[in-house]
Structures are given as structure tokens and as C-alpha cells.
């Protein structure tokens, strides 16, 4: 018995998340693109048009694990596994990037539908079985549907961690602790050197901030991720302020539709039901107008100001506003060009803000505890350390070694035998 593992992307680097796992069948994990690789290009993972794959099993909607499985459908026939939340958001993610794009994707609107038509749902705690490996899902805590993917063949057990956080939010309870040994644990690594602040400290934070430039007559600008962070950030000020207006900009809207939709696989669903029915989605003009008019909070996309209506809004705020990131931007964005520099690009000109940036580390990955404690529970024979730049990666396996354990960071096009 053999089990190898391909990586085809997210080795040594964040983006582009896409393996294969090689057991008596050859499957898919995850397939995902990293959008501004070289040049802020989209990169795609390493090709395997040639593979004869059986099936995909998809960890969550992000399009850093999901935005290639349309491609799929110019080479295969695959039926690819998430769950509903999964689809739904990933349905929204794939058309924005057929909008954005155009005739940049190396797919289209034939294998979008495709992808659509061999989606197989399969929900947490629920297996199953691709010729003699079964698939299992368990919550990841991550985003809505995120899931940690179990895989057990031949008695042997190998677990892919997908993005997880074991720390609760407001949105989710945290990935439970795994009760099973794993002979081998894939594990993301994209926060291995380093903590995350605690929530109930930047919660604090934010709201302060919020309720200091509401008060002066300024409003808050808060560029967010449309999944997840803007959801969370809805129940945040809410939980804070009842009275400050809020106003939902971008895909975020859609996105807090599809939320509702699957209202069982959040937390506190009728709390955040209650705290969406008290906010504006923005849907005009007017509602844009009257979003900046000064006393409220705007979320908008896109988190790094690439693109969304949040770049926008920049020309319209007043000088007592501020703008607040709550996720991380990659250099070279807008949204990183504002925090370092105070400027960004609007519509090709690069205008000077002047407004205080603040960025607060909202993560909705591990930080090095929660990777830790994974490890510490799962006591893996073999570790793979993935979805983390190059220096971390390898840092994280060293130290891995260092406690005992057969831990690798592999390099894109590897091949690694796992068993
Ligand atoms: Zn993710
Ligand atoms: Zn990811």
C-alpha cells in the first residue's frame, strides 16, 4: 500500500490551494487560485489536464481553494464534494470572477455550469466512500460550511486541515478538538510564527474607534472580505453599538443572503438575522449618498481595495472619518499602498487620502496555539506543513522536528510519499 500526495499549489507560499492525494484513487484536494500572484496576475495550480482523477473534495468556498474546480470541467467529469455553503458562495465567487475577468479565465460560462451540475453535497460528521478511501467532513470554523477533510484508507487515517480556527467568533464556534490519532496531518501553517491578538481585546478596540469618529460627525469605512469578515463585523457593531447606522456595500450582500440561507451552520443565527434586519444594504445612489452623509459605519468590499464599490468611497468621506482594515493585505494592493502610504489608486490616479488607516488583525485562521493544538491532539506520524510562505513553512516543520515528529514543507510540484 502506497498513499503519495501531489501539491500543485500552497507549498511554500499562501494561494492556490490544490492537491492530489493518491490512495487506490486519485483525488482532488481542494483547487484553489492564488489572485494576485506574479504581477498581480491570477496564478492557477501546476497543470494535471493529464491525471486521471476519480473525485474533489472541496474544504471550503474561498476562492483560494475552490476558484479552479470550473477548469476542471475542460479535462474531466469528476463529481466534486462540499458542503451547501460551499456551493452557494462559491456560485457567487466563480460568476465575480467570470465578470472580472472576462476572457482572461482559462475557463468559462460552459464549465462554470458544469462544475454546478457535479457538485455532491456532503455535510459535516457525514462520509463517503471514492473506490476503497472514505471522505469524511468535520467542521473547520473558518468560514460558513469550512471543513477539515478526514480521509481514511486501508486503516490508515490522514486528516487535511483546510483554513481552520479552533477560537470562537461571533459567527462560529471554533474547529473541535479531534478525539482520533491521524497517521498524517496536512495542515495549514499560514499563521505558524505568530499569535493573533485576542478578539474581546479588538473587539473593544473597534468599537471605541467607531463610537470616537461617529461621535465627531465622521464616518468609518471598514473594507472588508465579502466571506465571513464582513458577516462577522455586522455582529461586532451590533453587539457594541445598537443605534449607529451601518450600511452593506458590495458582495458582502450577496454573501449575507447566503449566510441566512444556511442559517444552521452559524452560531447565534437569529442574532445575526435580527442584527442584519437592522442595517441598509446599499442598493442606490441615494443609499450611497446618505451612507457617507457622516455618523455612520460602511462595510464594504473589496477587503484590499482591489476593485468594490469600497474604493469609492473614498472620495466622498469627510475629514473626520477614518478607515478601518480588519483583514490583511497583500503588498502591492490598494488596500496595502493606504495602509503604508496613505494613498491608493482611484479610478488610475493615485490620490493622497489623509484620513487616519487603522488595521486591526481580525484573523479567521489558526494562530500558532490553535496550530499547535491540532498538532497535539491529532499526535500524527507525519506532518505535511502547507498554506504558508516559504520561511514559515519551513520554520514550522524545524520546530515540528525538533519536538519528535516526521514533519515536511514542501515546494510546489512535489511529490511526497505519505505512507
Ligand atoms: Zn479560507
Ligand atoms: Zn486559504
Not at 453599538?241 to 451601518?246: A, F, G, L, S, Y
Request: with cysteine.
Amino acid at each position: 500500500m502506497t498513499i503519495n500526495l501531489y501539491c500543485l499549489g500552497a507549498s511554500g507560499e499562501v494561494g492556490r490551494s490544490a492537491f492530489v492525494l493518491q490512495t487506490d484513487k486519485k483525488v482532488l484536494l481542494d483547487y484553489g487560485v492564488k489572485i494576485f500572484g506574479e504581477m498581480s496576475k491570477p496564478t492557477y495550480p501546476l497543470k494535471i489536464e493529464n491525471v486521471k482523477l476519480d473525485a474533489a473534495f472541496i474544504s471550503h468556498a474561498h476562492l483560494d481553494h475552490s476558484g479552479f474546480v470550473p477548469n476542471i470541467y475542460n479535462f474531466s467529469k469528476i463529481p466534486w464534494y462540499g458542503t451547501p455553503p460551499t456551493y452557494d458562495i462559491a456560485d457567487v465567487l466563480w460568476k465575480d470572477s467570470m465578470k472580472i475577468q472576462k476572457k482572461g479565465l482559462p475557463w468559462g460560462n460552459s464549465h462554470y455550469k458544469k462544475a454546478l451540475k457535479h457538485w455532491h453535497p456532503l455535510m459535516f460528521e457525514h462520509w463517503v466512500g471514492v473506490g476503497s478511501t472514505s471522505f469524511g467532513f468535520r467542521d473547520a470554523g473558518h468560514i460558513s460550511g469550512s471543513a477539515m477533510i478526514d480521509i481514511k484508507y486501508n486503516g490508515k487515517r490522514i486528516l487535511y486541515s483546510g483554513d481552520f480556527k479552533k477560537e470562537n467568533t461571533r459567527m462560529h464556534d471554533g474547529a473541535k478538538r479531534v478525539k482520533e490519532n491521524v497517521d498524517v496531518l496536512i495542515i495549514e501553517s499560514t499563521y505558524a510564527d505568530k499569535e493573533h491578538p485576542e478578539r474581546h481585546e479588538l473587539e473593544k478596540k473597534i468599537a471605541d474607534e467607531i463610537y470616537e469618529t461617529v461621535n465627531q460627525g465622521g464616518t468609518v469605512l471598514c473594507p472588508a472580505f465579502a466571506v465571513g469578515r464582513s458577516q462577522e463585523l455586522i455582529r461586532i457593531i451590533r453587539a457594541h453599538h445598537q443605534d449607529i447606522p451601518i450600511y452593506l456595500d458590495g458582495m458582502s450582500k450577496e454573501i449575507t443572503r447566503v449566510y441566512i440561507k444556511y442559517k444552521k451552520y452559524l452560531k447565534e443565527p437569529e442574532k445575526f438575522i435580527k442584527d442584519v434586519e437592522s442595517i441598509t444594504f446599499v442598493e442606490s445612489i441615494r443609499d450611497r449618498k446618505n451612507a457617507t452623509i457622516g455618523g455612520n459605519v460602511i462595510i464594504s468590499t473589496a477587503g484590499m481595495m482591489e476593485g468594490g464599490p469600497a474604493v469609492n468611497y473614498i472620495k466622498y468621506l469627510n475629514r473626520e472619518s477614518k478607515i478601518i482594515f480588519t483583514g490583511y493585505c497583500m503588498e502591492g494592493t490598494n488596500g496595502w499602498l493606504l495602509q503604508n502610504k496613505g494613498q491608493l489608486y482611484v479610478d488610475k490616479n493615485l490620490l493622497d487620502v489623509g484620513l487616519p488607516v487603522e488595521y486591526l488583525d481580525f484573523s479567521a485562521h489558526a494562530g500558532r496555539n490553535d496550530l499547535m493544538e491540532l498538532v497535539n491532539e491529532t499526535e500524527p506520524n507525519k506532518i505535511v506543513c502547507i498554506h504558508g510562505d516559504k520561511t514559515c513553512t519551513e520554520n514550522f516543520a524545524l520546530e515540528l522536528k525538533g519536538m519528535g515528529y516526521d514533519a515536511i514543507a514542501p515546494k510546489c510540484g512535489d511529490k511526497i510519499h505519505l505512507l
